[in-house]
């Protein structure tokens, strides 16, 4: 994992324990916290993202239900497992 991998993981963590258990973020709202050009690291994020539900730190949901990044199309949004 790279220094910007682990700067984004600990964005995700962040977001998700400031939330607490039963509430979600959306990833853009990580990648807004990267900089005015947020857009960029979308595609980081969720990466990272979906290591960190490999992990097993996080959930991601599509329409309140638990969903498989690897086939996942569409907005998600992420919470604490």
Same mark, same amino acid.
């Given at each position: =994992?790279? *220094?910007?991998?682990? *700067? !984004? *993981?600990?964005? %995700? =963590?962040? %977001?998700?324990?400031a939330r607490g258990r039963g509430a979600s973020f959306c990833p853009s709202e990580a990648a807004r916290r990267m900089g005015p050009d947020w857009r960029a690291h979308m595609e980081e994020v969720r990466r990272v993202a979906d290591l960190? !539900?490999?992990?097993? *730190?996080? !959930?991601m949901s599509q329409k309140g239900r638990p969903v498989d990044p690897a086939t996942v199309r569409g907005p998600v949004r992420l919470s604490l497992r």
């Open positions: =994992m790279t *220094r910007s991998d682990e *700067r !984004v *993981r600990a964005i %995700l =963590m962040d %977001l998700a324990q960190c !539900v490999a992990e097993g *730190r996080l !959930v």
